[in-house]
């Protein structure tokens, strides 16, 4: 996957080409400077370091400014299943909201650099900052629509339509970046994606071999390479 940082290694808002995606654009510089102070930014997370975990005390929310994360929880056997990838510009921690504790386990999937919003200053922000407050509740407007569309996905589709439908959703949130939309870099392995889809590792690899095969992507490894969108676009809202 491609990343994006901060120019020139700087880690304010004003200079972070995320802040589009993080932010809203209406947020005037006096009160950027007022957020500057109160996000925290701290060395870059190496791949399998955690941010938190489930049942941890919610501190607050994080934004990705490079890297992957990847949400998941524990079921009763043990084995994890993953809930979610945050690319950059994204923000996630809001699962630990509701009662105070996180129902997941964050993760990075490989080198990330994140930023966080303590809870405690949340909302000292959003009453200063109206603007802000109101661009939260869109991000988390944006990813309960995001999981209602996966829980139908699950429950409806075949292994193609559910690949199709991730590499579309990757596709797009780069767009978002103003990244490419069409070649990029996977954070996720196969088997990872497998559990995410509920799929097995097999079934996966065999899907994206056939997509190579029918002309749709083109993949090395991790790097992938979509050819034929609007056929992808057809074949994840196929429901027959």
Partial sequence: MSTASCPNGTT???????????????????????????IER??????KQTVFFVGDNYQGVYAVRS??????????????QITGFYLPGEIFGWDGLADGRHSNTATALETTAICSIPAERMDELSM????????????????????????AL???????????????????RLARQK????????????????????????TVSRVFTRFQSKGLIAADKRDITLLAVEQLQALSEDNR
């Fill in 154 to 172: 699950l429950s409806k589709s075949s292994a193609e339509q559910r690949i199709a439908a991730l590499l579309l959703s990757i596709s797009n």
């Fill in 179 to 202: 990244l490419s939309a069409t070649r990029f870099r996977l954070p996720m392995s196969r088997a990872e994606i497998g559990n995410y889809l509920g799929l097995t590792v097999e």
């Fill in 67 to 80: 890297g992957a994360i990847k949400a998941a929880i524990t079921n009763s056997d043990g084995t994890e």
């Fill in 128 to 151: 200063t900052l109206p603007d802000l407050r109101r661009h939260f509740m869109q991000l988390m407007s944006r990813e309960i629509a995001v999981d209602q569309q996966m829980l």
């Fill in 42 to 47: 701290g060395k870059p997370l190496q791949r």
């Fill in 12 to 38: 304010s808002c004003h200079n972070c080409r995320m802040n589009p995606l993080c932010l809203p654009l209406a947020l005037q510089d006096r009160d950027m400077n007022k957020l500057d102070q109160v």
